[in-house]
């Protein structure tokens, strides 16, 4: 009589950490790549940080110190002299380095999507589509059978009942996740104003890496969809993805109505069917420009004129099918009444949120809407 395979057993096994191996130059770069974005592009000013935290922390060693590190910087061209405004000489980044900082920063969201078995708010199932992603989730009644990955659900059976006497249940079937080829222009407004960096709390590096992330997920998963980045502080103009690491805020307002208008003139020229548009602020709406050229401004409370102009400019946004998702860094009531009445006009949507968690809360839903036609 044929003899049974054994069950095929399973376990951890342990062993002793072993730090990952990292040349010297690259453990510097992720920090300088880190720093360099909280300067707004500041070489000088970074690599004085990067100086104290070497005191601090024994970053580098007498084989490599942060001259060799800068030496090397200028040798793979991430750095390059420059003239600086006031006429003196300086070292500047280059467009190599802003691209490392965009992927960084998309490394660092889309990481934690990854690995976060859920997120701030509620989505949709992902659904039926036709744009292949790489990835694959557990099936559920529903899914097409013809999205079933027969690799992965025989080597899960093979896993999960051994190969003596193979089966393969329900519960090992696996299935691709796929994207519908919806095209999906997007405004990402982010506030300039000077609250931006009030109360001893950085907003303004946070808002810069969201849409750094957001630029190079589309630039190279979504290729196709578009991507305008404007500020708004006074008044509100277009920057380049190219700005993006010298963003700086200012002594403005907030003319919430200004970035709005900009927005929508921006997407009127798309034609693509989906269109949205993301705000990130922190603080009320307290400025308008009028018809003359001169500015009407009101810091204190909700300015009556102001917020009507705002309802106005969410419902203009409804009638051109363009939802308004509002991401409000602020808890203050009358604040919170404020966006949802805004929300309410333009029959979009609002998160009231901090620093924390903003850039997986924008990923998730630029996903979830760029799998459904969005309609007024």
């Not at 093979?158 to 222009?185: A, R, W, Y």
């Not at 810069?208 to 980045?229: F, G, H, N, S, W």
Request: proline share 3%; glycine share 8%.
């Amino acid at each position: 009589m044929k003899k049974k395979d054994e069950s095929i057993r399973s376990g951890f096994i342990f062993k002793k950490f072993e730090e990952e191996n990292i040349s010297p130059f690259d453990k510097l770069f992720e920090i300088f790549k880190e720093l360099i974005t909280h300067t707004s592009g500041d070489f000088d000013e970074a690599i004085e940080w990067l100086r104290q935290l070497d005191v601090e922390y024994k970053l580098t060693t007498s084989e490599y110190t942060i001259d060799d590190f800068i030496e090397d910087l200028k040798k793979k061209g991430y750095i390059r002299e420059e003239i600086k405004p006031d006429g003196t000489g300086g070292m500047g980044i280059t467009a190599k380095t802003e691209r490392a900082i965009r992927q960084q920063a998309l490394n660092q969201i889309f990481g934690k999507i990854k690995r976060s078995g859920s997120g701030n708010h509620s989505t949709k199932h992902q659904g039926l589509g036709d744009e292949h992603t790489g990835e694959f989730k557990e099936f559920h009644y529903g899914d097409s059978l013809d999205r079933i990955s027969m690799t992965e659900s025989l080597k899960n059976a093979q896993i999960n009942h051994g190969i003596g006497e193979f089966k393969m249940t329900e519960d090992d079937l696996v299935v691709e996740e796929t994207h519908h080829k919806s095209q999906m222009s997007t405004v990402l407004m982010i506030d300039i104003s000077h609250s931006m960096i009030l109360y001893g709390e950085d907003r303004i590096t946070p808002a810069k890496k969201v849409a750094m992330a957001l630029a190079e997920l589309i630039t190279t998963r979504y290729p196709k969809d578009t991507l305008d980045i404007l500020v708004f502080g006074n008044d509100a103009w277009a920057i380049s993805i190219g700005d993006l690491p010298y963003l700086n805020v200012g002594p403005y307002h907030t003319n919430t109505v200004a970035g709005l208008q900009l927005a929508m003139d921006l997407l009127r020229r798309k034609r693509n069917t989906n269109k949205q548009i993301f705000m990130i602020t922190d603080g009320k709406p307290s400025c308008i420009r009028e018809r003359d050229g001169t500015y009407y401004k009101n810091s204190v409370g909700l300015d009556p004129y102001i917020i009507e102009k705002c309802y106005n400019a969410a419902s203009q946004a409804r009638k051109l099918h363009i939802p308004i998702t509002t991401f409000m860094i602020a808890q203050d009531p009358y604040l919170e009444r404020f966006v949802r009445e805004f929300t309410q006009a333009n029959h979009g949507k609002a998160f009231f949120t901090g620093l924390k968690g903003l850039g997986e809360m924008i990923f998730e839903d630029y996903e979830n809407n760029r799998k459904k036609k969005i309609r007024g």
